[in-house]
């Protein structure tokens, strides 16, 4: 078996997290045995629409497609997919009721997800608040935040053992009478340290930002008005704390809702950890990326997108992903119940800023926003075609009658759902390009990632390549470069080059913002997107980027000022 052509960083982090060990933990798969174990699982699929004879083929495909880094699946698939846990999705929400038995029987649960390898995301809003009555006891409820280190706490405690480090994702409305308490609550920087919290706003509460009013904070358990808060008071507060540790993020619950084909099951309430999986109670996503390296052809200087290749893959990720849900070992019967009857996929890109690098395209462009609404359209109208030729195989997700396409005479879907931005934080690194749709952090960056071993990246070999192609590589260019990670401050470099070779710091919020709502608009489901600021960015500057990205439709945002958190993930070498 050819073994494919992998990094040394992909080949790290399959060691460390996805092949497989015996019992001794010594690892009993080379990279090659591990996509074939993941195509032959999840072709399998395919037996149960048509005859078996197909599989072998439908495997191959899934093979070659990985096995190239074209098109990959979520973490949790790559590692468990094929093996007796078989449990493929990235994505959960879980309701958390305002009992202590469900309190508890989510944090089970929740558990069981993190083991392996799943992210979970909970809306807290149901919980009566700090200080209301507790009738079984005649005592008074600590409140929703305190729920949440109990989870937080969960997760410290099962990480260990696990996959990789559990994510949590923490939402509380904004009208609930915590708000505050919630959206103060990672000033110690120790505490929710395994959450990302994000409030969840309202049009309501958008409105009275902007007439100065107040509105009511809402006790869950009677619906009955605790106070009224004054908007701008607690939009401020958001800011501010944004400002000071990158959280909390929002998530516009009502733009999701109003977009959610299937109203008729009820609101959501929660995404799952980084916010790109808007999800009912219970329900799960499997995610998948295609590499849009694979997807350039023609000499450096001619390079264009190739459009059938990009078709071929948005259709196999469809059927992969399609596949996953009936080959997937669910943790609970409420979760299996729900993902079955959705059938929500989760199909998106990764390599974006690379591809940008590759056409010659600036990121902060009209012309990438042209791209990105061309790309992402492309992909939106192939991957519904694919669904719906996969619904004429084997029949309409099965909560398709009441669905909005149902009501307006819409596509008959295999899938409610099939497009999703992933932030492909691992699958990136395995894929060996950029992630999402995210710029490059630098021209080259350190990552600590996966037990403290530090992954080093080389300069980006598009840049060297242009540079050589252009003859202005000289060890001055290398040595800048390596020490600041960036280009558009170099003079003495042809302005084409520095536009191109745009690095997150150099965008302006506006312009990420910008980029996000774009392939929002061809997202069925989120976009993954880290709104990045520059160290000496103001409150002002998350506040426009806040307001921004809520008037451009986006379903969620998240900023992140440089420096403003001790314990980044990833760091500019020699950056000031
Ligand atoms: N996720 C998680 N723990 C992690 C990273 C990711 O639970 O350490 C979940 C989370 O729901 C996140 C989703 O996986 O939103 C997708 O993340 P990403 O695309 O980075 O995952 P990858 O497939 O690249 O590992």
């Known amino acids: ?57 439908t495997a191959e495909r899934f093979y070659q497609a990985m096995a190239h880094l074209e098109f990959l699946p979520n973490s949790p698939t790559l590692m468990n997919a094929g093996t007796p846990s078989s449990q493929c999705m990235a994505c959960f929400v879980l309701p958390v009721e305002d009992s202590l038995e469900g309190i508890f029987d989510t944090l089970k649960l929740a558990a069981l997800i993190q083991q392996t390898g799943g992210g979970t995301g ?165 995610l998948g990326s295609i590499n849009l390296n694979a997807v350039v052809t023609g000499p450096p200087e001619q390079r264009q997108l190739d459009w059938h290749k990009l078709g071929e893959l948005v259709d196999l990720g469809v059927h992969f992903l399609d596949n996953v849900i009936d080959i997937n070992h669910y943790p609970d019967p409420r979760i299996e119940d729900i993902c079955r009857r959705n059938r929500r996929i989760g ?55 009441g669905s909005d396409y149902d009501r307006r005479g819409g596509p008959r879907m295999r899938n409610a759902t099939t497009r999703t931005i992933a932030p492909t934080g691992t699958i990136g690194i395995i894929a060996n390009c950029s992630a999402g749709i995210e710029p490059l952090f630098a021209l080259t960056y350190t990552r600590r990632a996966l037990g403290g071993r530090e992954l080093k990246q080389e300069i980006h070999p598009v840049f060297l390549e242009e540079a050589r192609r252009r003859g202005v590589l000289d060890d001055h260019l290398r040595e800048h470069v390596v020490a600041t990670g960036r280009v558009r401050n170099l003079p003495t470099l042809p302005e084409d080059l520095r536009r191109v070779f745009a690095t997150a710091l150099e965008i302006s919020p506006e312009w990420h913002v910008r980029m996000q709502a774009t392939f929002q608009r061809h997202v069925d489901n989120g976009v993954s997107k880290t709104i990045n600021l520059p160290q000496e960015a103001t409150p002002e500057d998350v506040e426009s980027a806040y307001r921004l990205a809520y008037e451009l439709g986006c379903k969620g945002i998240t900023v992140y000022r440089y420096g403003s958190r001790p314990e980044q993930v990833l760091s500019l070498e020699g950056y000031c």
Request: aromatic share 8%; net charge negative.
């Open 1 to 57: 078996m050819e073994e494919p052509k992998l990094s040394t960083n992909a080949l790290i982090v399959l060691e460390e997290r996805y092949l497989r060990r015996n019992a001794k933990l010594e690892i009993i798969e080379t990279p090659a045995e591990m996509f074939w174990r993941v195509a032959r699982a999840v072709a399998d699929a395919d037996a149960l629409y048509g005859p078996r004879s197909q599989v072998a083929a």
């Open 122 to 286: 909970f809306s807290f809003s149901r919980l009566r608040p700090r200080g209301d009555v507790v009738h079984s006891t005649g005592g008074i409820s600590s409140g929703a935040v305190s729920f949440m280190m109990l989870y937080n706490a969960m997760t410290e405690t099962i990480k260990q053992g696990s996959k990789r480090r559990g994510a949590n994702m923490g939402i509380l409305r904004v009208d609930h009478p915590d708000v505050r308490e919630f959206v103060t609550s990672k000033r110690d920087r120790r505490a929710l340290n395994n959450f990302n919290i994000s409030v969840g706003v309202t049009d309501e509460f958008m409105r009275a930002i902007e007439k100065g009013e107040k509105y009511p904070l809402v006790n869950p358990r009677d619906r009955s008005v605790w106070e009224h808060e004054d908007a701008r008071r607690i939009w401020e507060l958001i800011i501010q704390e944004a400002w000071d540790s990158g959280e909390p993020g929002l998530v516009a619950l009502d733009t999701i809702n109003r977009q959610n084909p299937t109203k008729h099951l009820g609101e959501i309430e929660a995404t799952n950890p980084c916010a790109e999986e808007p999800l009912h109670p219970y329900e799960a996503c499997c």
């Open 347 to 401: 199909l998106g890109v990764m390599g974006w800023a690379d591809l940008l690098f590759q056409l010659g395209v600036p990121y902060d462009s009209e012309e990438a926003l042209s791209l990105a609404e061309e790309l992402m359209g492309f992909v939106e109208d192939r991957a519904v075609e694919a669904s719906v030729k996969l619904a004429e195989r084997r029949g309409v997700f099965p909560n398709y009658p």
